[in-house]
């Protein structure tokens, strides 16, 4: 079965440092691999996919994530975070149309 | 930009009641989805719908639920007798290949 884990809840970083909210994924065969961003009291939003090719993805708003196949990883970065980037942060495969979410990370930046 | 647009963004219902949640997908899309999120879980998926039916559903979609694309633009979820629990934020989403483009969601408050 297809699954994503995030194992911190909570992320918490200055403004100016770089960020890293964790991700990894258990899939059968290639994992199609994304990020959403979810404001208060808002829709969620794509930040970036993996679908194949060069491990690092860039996507919306500065961040980027690394595909890891050995780790089985897909974390996403920011090389210097700003306060509105706090947000909670889901990670999801998608599967023959399918998506399956983390439980969410929650990316606190403070000034 | 093309979006998912879902209404009302909130509603509130009485216990027992029915209620519908409307989408209206992107148009060219294929592929169309609910979603729920419970305060605070994970994002949780509750049926696909491709092709005029529904492809797959989970657990979660029992007999009170239902879906429909009446018209070939809107694409409802029908809570027949809404309990408490139902109580949540449903996501709205359509895809074309890979990315799935979410709408904003409505907040159901059962009470």
């Known amino acids: 079965a297809q699954s994503v884990a995030q194992p911190e809840d909570q992320v918490n970083v200055a403004e100016g440092n770089p960020l890293t909210v964790k991700c990894t994924y258990s899939?059968?065969?290639?994992?199609?691999l994304f990020w959403y961003v979810q404001y208060p009291n808002r829709g969620l939003q794509f930040l970036l996919k993996y679908i194949t090719g060069d491990n690092l993805v860039k996507g919306s708003y500065g961040f980027e994530a690394e595909f890891n196949k050995s780790q089985t990883s897909f974390h996403l970065k920011k090389p210097s975070a700003l306060v509105s980037d706090s947000a909670l942060y889901f990670c999801?495969?998608?599967?023959?149309?399918?998506?399956?979410f983390g439980s969410g990370t929650k990316l606190n930046v403070k000034p | 930009e093309p979006e998912v647009t879902q209404t009302p963004s909130h509603q509130v219902t009485q216990m027992g009641q029915e209620v519908i949640l409307r989408c209206v997908p992107i148009?060219?899309?294929?592929?169309f989805y609910w979603y729920r999120q419970i305060l605070g879980q994970k994002v949780e998926f509750l049926v696909s719908?491709?092709?005029?039916?529904?492809?797959?559903k989970s657990e979660i979609f029992d007999d009170q639920f239902s879906v429909e694309r009446p018209d070939g633009s809107n694409f409802t979820l029908k809570i027949r007798s809404t309990k408490l629990e139902d109580s949540a934020m449903y996501f709205c989403?359509?895809?074309?290949?890979?990315?799935?483009?979410f709408g904003q969601g409505t907040r159901l408050t059962v009470v």
């Open positions: 148009s060219n899309h294929l592929y």
């Open positions: 989403a359509s895809t074309l290949l890979t990315e799935a483009f």
């Open positions: 899939v059968s065969g290639n994992p199609y």
């Open positions: 719908f491709y092709n005029n039916e529904i492809s797959e």
């Open positions: 999801a495969v998608e599967d023959f149309n399918k998506f399956y």
